[in-house]
């Protein structure tokens, strides 16, 4: 397994791609793909089958994942 410089619950900001600039928190971290999830960024619509849940079915709209390399953690405040 890899080590790398985040993990899930840091803060983090995004340094490339479409959500450059933007921060937030590590949902989860995905070691295999080396990609993180970053809490409230790249939000993807995801299409649900019918089920009990969503008896029509529904576009659900939930966090995509982020290359580890376009992220770095977020500097702590001065206190």
């Known amino acids: ?23 937030g928190k590590i949902i989860a ?6 990609r993180v999830i970053v809490e409230g960024l790249q939000m993807i619509k995801k299409h649900v089958r019918k089920s009990q849940q969503n008896p029509n079915g ?6 995509g994942s982020i290359h580890i390399s376009n992220v770095k953690k977020a500097e702590a405040a001065a206190a």
Request: charged share 40%.
């Open 29 to 34: 971290v995905l070691t295999k793909k080396e």
């Open 58 to 63: 529904a576009i659900v709209e939930r966090e």
């Open 1 to 23: 397994m890899p080590k790398f410089h985040v993990k899930k619950g840091d803060q983090v900001v995004v340094i490339a791609g479409k959500e450059k600039g933007k921060s």
